[in-house]
């Protein structure tokens, strides 16, 4: 089975933090994706990345940024967090067939509360 | 603005009774239609995907209906089980997207004992 794991179920951080939120996979996927779930608007693409060290903005990149160093790790990080940043992060991963239907595997969530 | 319109939003339906949940795109370049199911404290999961050379896909109890002509896909749920109680997501892709889906708002399905 394909696990997708995010470090942290829960956080709380202040205004103008720099937060750090961790995704790992263990199947070896080449595509992995971090996205935004806010009730009413499903979730949105915040970054994708295709492979180590490749990253494209997805919808909503504002405010955010991304890290992959290794193939099994992708990193979100907001600069200076704000309270429109407050929501629920989402990571998955794919196969990374270029132009297939592939299957996303989703992580837990972190939700995040930034006051 | 989102690509892909969902409704409705929330959904109660009696144990044994049909959901349906309707979806609408505009590009019609999208060539791959999935539905994912989320529970509470879960991320979502991949339910049932239909690509547009087939108008309607069944696994179990869910259904895909697919209308390309009227840019339109639905899930059906027949017999709905309180277990089948979740949020919704329908999404599209275009194969030459990396994968990157378009999901639609989510519809909350509460199936009732």
């Known amino acids: 089975d394909v696990k997708v794991t995010q470090s942290s179920r829960y956080l709380v951080k202040r205004t103008g933090e720099k937060v750090f939120l961790e995704c790992v996979q263990d199947m070896d996927h080449e595509n992995m994706f971090w996205y935004r779930q806010d009730p009413g608007l499903g979730l949105r693409l915040i970054y994708f990345s295709y492979d180590v060290k490749m990253k494209e903005k997805g919808d909503i990149p504002e405010g955010y940024s991304v890290s992959r160093e290794k193939k099994e790790r992708f990193s979100l990080i907001l600069e200076s967090a704000s309270t429109n940043q407050t929501s629920m992060y989402l990571c998955?991963?794919?196969?990374?067939?270029?132009?297939?239907?592939?299957?996303?595997?989703f992580g837990p969530g972190t939700r995040l509360l930034v006051l | 603005q989102q690509q892909v319109k969902q409704s409705p939003q929330s959904l109660i339906v009696q144990k044994g009774g049909i959901s349906i949940i309707n979806c609408a795109y505009e590009?019609?370049?999208?060539?791959?239609f999935p539905w994912y199911q989320q529970f509470p404290g879960k991320g979502p999961a991949l339910l049932i995907a239909?690509?547009?050379?087939?108008s309607e896909k069944k696994e179990g109890r869910f259904t895909i209906s697919f209308n390309k002509s009227a840019k339109q896909f639905s899930l059906h749920i027949m017999d709905s089980q309180p277990g089948d109680s979740a949020t919704y997501f329908c999404?599209?892709?275009?194969?030459?997207?990396?994968?990157?889906?378009?999901f639609g708002a989510g519809t909350q399905v509460v199936v009732t004992p």
């Open positions: 590009n019609t370049a999208f060539d791959y």
């Open positions: 239909i690509r547009p050379d087939v």
């Open positions: 999404a599209s892709l275009t194969t030459d997207s990396w994968g990157k889906l378009q």
């Open positions: 998955a991963s794919s196969r990374g067939t270029s132009g297939q239907q592939e299957t996303q595997y």
